[in-house]
């Protein structure tokens, strides 16, 4: 799995060395949630390289805490892990995007049993709005679809979409999440 993160830095420096970086951004998402079954708390970092029409791509590390009293059964683990994200920024309001991230998930959310320390690919599709909190200081409210949404993803207790049939029962969670980023500039835009 290291050289998976390895090659992904290594294309990210081939790609913006040939890229017209007009600035950097430093992306903070902080989460947190719990419940008496248990709880997360977490964030994620970003760089953000700006390269021409509105194109924001970049690498990005993710590290959880989470716990967990199911049954009476106490866990706790740590979920980590890096990926790399590109956004579309339409003048500066409303943004599209994906992003991917192999994540070390211990917990397969199916079962609700610790398994085998297993890696989770995540592949966010989505979009939401760019709100100017300053001058270059942006804060963005997205939706994402997870496209693989695998078993043991550390999103899927975040699933909040339900699909439930007639008889109000829930038949189906879809695997949507939102995220709330905040974006901060390293370097002036040229």
Request: hydrophobic share 40%; with cysteine.
């Amino acid at each position: 799995m290291k050289h998976f993160f390895i090659g992904t830095f290594l294309c990210f420096l081939q790609f913006t060395s040939y890229a017209q970086i007009q600035g950097s951004e430093l992306g903070i998402e902080v989460y947190g949630g719990g419940s008496q079954l248990g709880g997360t708390f977490g964030g994620e970092l970003k760089y953000a390289a700006k390269l021409p029409n509105n194109l924001v791509i970049g690498p990005s590390f993710r590290l959880q805490r989470s716990w967990s009293n199911y049954l009476n059964v106490q866990s706790q683990f740590t979920i980590y892990g890096g990926g790399a994200f590109a956004h579309f920024r339409i003048q500066d309001k409303i943004f599209v995007g994906t992003e991917f991230q192999m994540l070390h998930s211990p917990f397969n959310f199916i079962t609700f049993q610790a398994g085998q320390k297993k890696w989770a690919p995540t592949l966010f599709v989505g979009g939401g709005f760019c709100l100017k909190l300053a001058p270059r200081i942006n804060l963005n409210l997205a939706l994402f679809y997870d496209v693989i949404n695998a078993d043991n993803s550390p999103f899927r207790s975040s699933y909040s979409f339900r699909i439930k049939n007639e008889l109000g029962q829930v038949v189906r969670i879809l695997p949507i999440i939102y995220r709330v980023t905040l974006f901060i500039p390293l370097s002036k835009s040229t």
